[in-house]
């Protein structure tokens, strides 16, 4: 079946250590999200690649980086993971073109900080 | 975008009908309602949308008011499987693509 996948499911780091998470697509679909999703709390959008372009949210810290090296991969880096940044990470796609359309989400990648 | 305001919890018994509101008063004429639903520790998966038409798929129905603030999701028979945090979200349709931006939801518990 056609899917979105991340990996790792379930990531540890050291606090300030570089950690890097990946999404895989099989839908061959035009743009690929980010999200951050805190316990208890609704995703957060931190930004997203339509094709090649990258759109970073406002307010987006910069301590998050994105790379989209093909249509089917996309990584998030966290250069420096604090303790704040401990969550859910989902990564979702969408077509983007010919109409309205809805997400595809991975499963996620808890991320946890120590 | 539009913003949507839900209850935050609602309980169901099982095999009944599931009836989720969602009021979203300042939604605009491109934008589009979906709905999400989110189980736990796993990712939001897509159930319905529409734009002003009620829409059935094999998941729910999406009954629609004619003046567009407000619309309900409907489960027709709700399962143990379908508690889950269901989100209500407007999105317009810009450039052939649409960002969505969560809301808190609805956390739907179905009782046995």
């Known amino acids: 079946d056609a899917m979105v996948i991340q990996n790792p499911r379930y990531q540890v780091t050291q606090f300030g250590k570089p950690v890097t998470l990946s999404c895989s697509q099989t839908l061959n679909h035009n743009v690929m999200y980010w999200y951050q999703q805190k316990s208890s709390q609704a995703p957060k959008l931190l930004f997203h690649?339509?094709?090649?372009?990258?759109?970073n949210e406002a307010d987006t810290p910069d301590n998050f980086q994105s790379r989209r090296p093909n249509t089917s991969f996309c990584f998030l880096d966290i250069r420096s993971p604090g303790l704040g940044d401990a969550a859910m990470y989902l990564c979702?796609?969408?077509?983007?073109?010919?109409?309205?359309?809805?997400?595809?989400f991975g499963s996620g990648t808890r991320l946890t900080v120590v | 975008d539009a913003k949507t305001t839900q209850p935050p919890s609602m309980d169901c018994a099982e095999g009944r009908a599931a009836n989720l509101p969602c009021n979203h008063s300042?939604?605009?004429?491109?934008?589009?309602v979906y709905w999400y639903r989110q189980i736990h520790s796993q990712g939001p998966q897509y159930i319905i949308h529409?734009?002003?038409n009620n829409e059935t798929n094999e998941m729910a129905s999406l009954i629609i008011t004619e003046d567009r603030k407000s619309s309900t999701l409907i489960l027709p028979h709700a399962t143990l499987r379908d508690t889950a945090v269901y989100y209500c979200i407007v999105s317009p349709n810009s450039g052939g693509y649409q960002k969505v931006t969560f809301g808190i939801g609805t956390k739907l518990q179905v009782i046995p």
């Open positions: 300042t939604i605009s004429g491109n934008e589009y």
């Open positions: 690649y339509y094709d090649k372009d990258f759109n």
């Open positions: 529409g734009l002003k």
């Open positions: 979702a796609t969408s077509r983007g073109t010919g109409g309205v359309n809805g997400y595809t």
